[in-house]
């Protein structure tokens, strides 16, 4: 797959409002399986616009944040505490500047990388007994998540050929990690259930790279006029809640 620096341009104004938040108890959880301590330095690694650099900031000594979209760096910038950094570039720019790092995090941007290569230059950089975490984030088949499937149903009409890193030979995380220097994982979940807005189903969708405005054009108006009327039944019918499970995938030198 090829690097595209700018796929989230467009995406960047409505990630922090239609993503998930990692929860509070998430990061906790996170920070006491790693043993990050307040000296320590944490690199999150495609951060987009800093929601893990920003909430990993009150436990370690410095964060770095890289990114390869300037609009994505530019909302991270705001309200930053001060030892967090902000820097444009990629999993091919990791310089020897980062090494020592005890923690490695990612949020839903490891599948853009080349994973294998990625991980090579990691373990460079992670300092002895430090970490990497790959946090994500999912909806259980609960009747509260009822509305993901007529959601999803109309991004697959928009999308076309859906996840462009997914090819026929594609490895999930964890059979990449295990053939790594990184190879033993342990998973962490905390399951929530939270309010859903009608315009977080919007936002949600045009913060993704297959269904934003970059990708579609002026369809996403035509796909936004759709989610809203969807919005509008789910909340006449009850459905004005999520259950979230935002969960990080550690994984450690063996």
Request: hydrophobic share 40%; proline share 7%; with cysteine.
């Amino acid at each position: 797959m090829p690097f595209e620096p700018r796929r989230f341009r467009t995406a960047a104004a409505h990630y922090l409002d239609g993503r998930p938040a990692y929860a509070e108890r998430l990061i906790q959880l996170v920070v006491r399986h790693c043993g990050l301590r307040p000296e320590h330095r944490v690199l999150d690694l495609g951060c987009g616009p800093g929601q893990l650099a920003k909430a990993f900031a009150p436990f370690a000594a410095t964060v770095t944040g890289i990114d390869p979209e300037a609009e994505m760096l530019r909302l991270a910038r705001q309200d930053a505490p001060a030892n967090v950094t902000f820097i444009e570039g990629s999993s091919y720019h990791l310089g020897d500047d980062l090494a020592g790092v005890r923690l490695v995090t990612m949020g839903r941007s490891f599948h853009w990388m080349d994973r294998v290569a990625t991980l090579r230059r990691l373990d460079r950089l992670v300092a002895p007994g430090g970490s990497i975490a790959l946090c994500h984030d999912h909806h259980p088949d609960v009747p509260e998540n009822a509305w993901q499937k007529p959601f999803r149903e109309v991004l697959k009409r928009y999308a076309g050929g859906g996840a462009p890193w997914r090819g026929p030979d594609w490895l999930p995380h964890i059979s990449i990690l295990l053939n790594s220097a990184f190879c033993e994982i342990d998973e962490i979940s905390v399951i929530e259930i939270r309010p859903l807005n009608p315009e977080t189903l919007v936002d949600r969708a045009l913060s993704m790279s297959t269904t934003g405005r970059e990708k579609l054009g002026e369809r996403a108006d035509q796909m936004e006029a759709e989610l809203m009327q969807l919005a509008t039944v789910l909340t006449k019918s009850g459905q004005t809640t999520e259950v979230v499970a935002t969960q990080a995938l550690i994984a450690r030198r063996a």
